[in-house]
């Protein structure tokens, strides 16, 4: 008898941006370059696709946040995302550092 080896699965990181407007998601691919950020129109559409996504980090506009689902947070964190609040960021040298220090893990939310 011979043992297969399971192959192992690796997911290339992303970013999920979530119901953010064009011109901030575009902020958002350049701050966490060379990384591909998905960007995603809908709250329901995150919670779906974040499990098979595995995103390192969901960006979402601080108005949606109250709005997100307890579904989106738990599966977020079940892959090990962190999920990141814009705060009325639009753009600029605050939400590049935002969003760096969040794939360091030095900022949370």
Not at 9 to 27: I, K, N, W
Not at 30 to 43: D, N, Q, W, Y
Request: proline share 6%.
């Amino acid at each position: 008898m011979t043992l297969v080896r399971t192959p192992l699965v690796l997911h290339a990181a992303t970013v999920m941006t979530v119901g953010v407007d064009e011109d901030v998601a575009d902020a958002c691919e350049e701050a966490v370059e060379p990384l591909p950020v998905v960007r995603v129109a809908h709250l329901a559409a995150a919670t779906e696709r974040v499990l098979t996504l595995r995103p390192v980090l969901v960006v979402v506009p601080a108005r949606r946040m109250a709005d997100a689902s307890p579904d989106l947070v738990e599966r977020a964190d079940a892959v090990g995302a962190r999920i990141v609040s814009l705060d009325g960021l639009r753009g600029g040298p605050l939400l590049d550092s935002k969003l760096r220090a969040a794939l360091r893990g030095d900022e949370r939310g």
